[in-house]
């Protein structure tokens, strides 16, 4: 979902484009750790207030950047293509919180890591794009680390409700990937705007109710706008000096840290099997992307292909 307008930069400004897309990472792997602070008991009200908020920064940061008639005219261009990512983009945020209700932090994000190739398989599927022997060996890999971290739901370890969603996180933002390589004039950061505002509004409707006390509603903030918000906007900006590759190799950064932060801040220590299958979707994509980059393949635009979406 990451596609980017600009074109790649050189020398120092790519220095400074690798060190912000890694800030945005390291933002994004603080989501699981600050959920587990907030104490709502509803999640969908936590859905609501984290999607406005980062709504709100987003929204900030683009009439910031390009001006009031510049963000309206992003807005505008996105067309039907544009919405089809926002859309992915509500479902995916929604589920990250409700998934945290039923499963752990590191079953969600490790689950997660696996997005680029399942990017890949679906691209192979709806416009049969070509897969190297490699990256299929990669894709076979990823089902096979997805099947051992399910597994724990089919024994009663885990609930098979936050896996499942789990899992529509990281299908839904490969579809969202596909998307933006076909139709390369989608940008990321209107979609995903849209995306949360309508993640809020469809909380808005489920939710038993809205008020939260001054402790949670500062959480909210930090979890809306700084974890999703900032993080997404140090990406933007980052994204657009540097390869997809490179920003595809740091964006791995966040779905390993994060489940260290929530063991080390809260003690959450992932099962045996989440450990295991999750090191083996990791290893495949670490690999892929190391066989992309020595291949020296640069996607058309930066930020198009292969990089973990925000959480």
């Known amino acids: 979902m990451k596609g980017s307008d600009q074109t790649v930069a050189s020398g120092s400004d ?71 990512v926002a859309v992915c983009f509500t479902i995916s945020v929604t589920c990250f919180v409700l998934a945290l209700s039923y499963t752990t932090v590191a079953n969600v994000m490790l689950m997660q890591a696996g997005t680029p190739l399942i990017a890949a398989l679906l691209a192979w599927l709806v416009f ?8 299929w060996c990669a894709i076979a890999a990823v089902i096979f680390g997805v099947g051992i971290m399910v597994s724990d739901s089919l024994s009663g370890t885990v609930s098979p409700v936050g896996d499942g969603l789990a899992l529509l996180i990281a299908v839904s933002f490969a579809i969202a990937t596909v998307t933006t390589r076909r139709f390369q004039h989608v940008r990321m950061t209107p979609a995903t705007c849209l995306g949360a505002a309508i993640a809020a509004a469809l909380a808005a409707t489920q939710s038993s109710g809205l008020s939260v006390d001054g402790g949670n509603l500062a959480l909210l903030v930090a979890f809306g706008a700084l974890n999703l ?83």
């Open 128 to 135: 049969r794009e070509r897969i190297s022997p490699a990256t």
């Open 229 to 311: 918000g900032l993080g997404l906007a140090l990406f933007a900006s980052g994204a657009r000096l540097v390869p997809a590759a490179y920003a595809a190799l740091i964006g791995t950064f966040e779905p390993v840290m994060g489940p260290v932060w929530v063991w080390l801040v809260h003690g959450e220590v992932p099962s045996s099997r989440t450990i295991v299958g999750g090191c083996i979707i990791f290893l495949a994509l670490i690999a892929h992307l190391l066989l992309e980059l020595r291949r020296g393949m640069r996607p058309q635009k930066p930020g198009t292909t292969g990089v973990q979406q925000p959480l």
């Open 14 to 84: 790519q220095k400074v484009g690798l060190l912000l897309v890694f800030l945005s990472a390291l933002f994004w792997s603080f989501g699981g750790m600050i959920a587990r602070f907030v104490s709502v008991g509803d999640g969908w009200t936590v859905v609501f207030w984290r999607s406005l908020f980062a709504a709100l920064f987003i929204l900030g940061f683009m009439l910031w950047r390009d001006g009031r008639a510049g963000t309206l005219r992003l807005f505008r261009d996105m067309g039907l293509p544009g919405l089809f």
